[in-house]
């Protein structure tokens, strides 16, 4: 098992541009989460699935965020219309229902608006 | 209002000193982890605690958490430059295995 992957490292885009980013749990991890950080500060909890039900969306999540999960593997996120405010390291982390431990994270997609 | 307040939010030595940095809540967990997050990275998980008063030993690392599951503390003893990164607390509330709130974290730089 390779962990958490996500893709791309980078992305640079204009703003109102819109953009998608892509996780690969672990294979045998039936939650995944979605988190933002940004400098200075640590993650904030974005969105999570349990195999491909959306289980929770945080308020703080407008309306041109979209995530989804379709067959329970890997999932999407997407920023429609992207603002200047979105610029940040996107994460992804997944871990087992039931599962007192931690999440195992990926490395990220650096989001820069300009 | 951050659910978990970290505390020193930095702190820097030299290396072969001892430090504590310290996780504070008035919520009340059912587990807690510490992570050490390096720059354009992902968080690494470093430890699990679950049980109040519970403390785990990561070679010189040592991990307790709290008789009343508020709070916690991370102890490097003879920190080394390897050390150095930024170590991010988390709790989960729940048995459910839901979400989990993080801390802003301590950025700690150990130089030789």
């Known amino acids: 098992d390779t962990g958490v992957s996500q893709n791309p490292r980078h992305k640079i885009t204009k703003r109102g541009q819109n953009v998608t980013f892509r996780c690969d749990p672990i294979?045998?991890?039936?939650?995944l989460y979605w988190y933002r950080q940004t400098l200075g500060q640590g993650p904030e909890f974005l969105t999570y699935?349990?195999?491909?039900?959306?289980?929770?969306k945080s308020r703080l999540l407008s309306d041109r965020f979209s995530a989804e999960r379709p067959k329970g593997s890997f999932s999407t996120l997407e920023i429609q219309r992207t603002e200047q405010g979105d610029s940040a390291m996107y994460l992804c982390?997944?871990?087992?229902?039931?599962?007192?431990?931690?999440?195992?994270f990926g490395s990220g997609t650096r989001l820069t608006v300009v | 209002t951050q659910l978990l307040e970290q505390s020193p939010q930095f702190l820097s030595i030299q290396e072969g000193e001892n430090l504590t940095v310290y996780c504070n809540s008035s919520?009340?967990?059912?587990?807690l982890q510490w992570y050490r997050q390096e720059p354009g990275e992902g968080p690494v998980l470093l430890v699990t605690?679950?049980?109040?008063?519970e403390v785990k030993k990561l070679k010189r690392l040592t991990f307790q958490f709290g008789d009343a599951r508020k709070d916690s503390s991370l102890h490097i003893t003879a920190a080394q430059p390897g050390d150095t990164g930024l170590y991010l607390c988390?709790?989960?509330?729940?048995?459910?295995?839901?979400?989990?709130?993080f801390g802003d974290g301590t950025t700690l730089t150990v130089k030789p």
């Open positions: 982390a997944s871990r087992d229902t039931g599962s007192t431990g931690g999440y195992t």
């Open positions: 294979s045998e991890h039936n939650r």
């Open positions: 699935f349990q195999n491909e039900a959306q289980l929770e």
């Open positions: 919520s009340v967990f059912s587990s």
């Open positions: 605690v679950v049980t109040g008063g």
């Open positions: 988390a709790g989960a509330r729940g048995t459910n295995a839901g979400k989990s709130t």
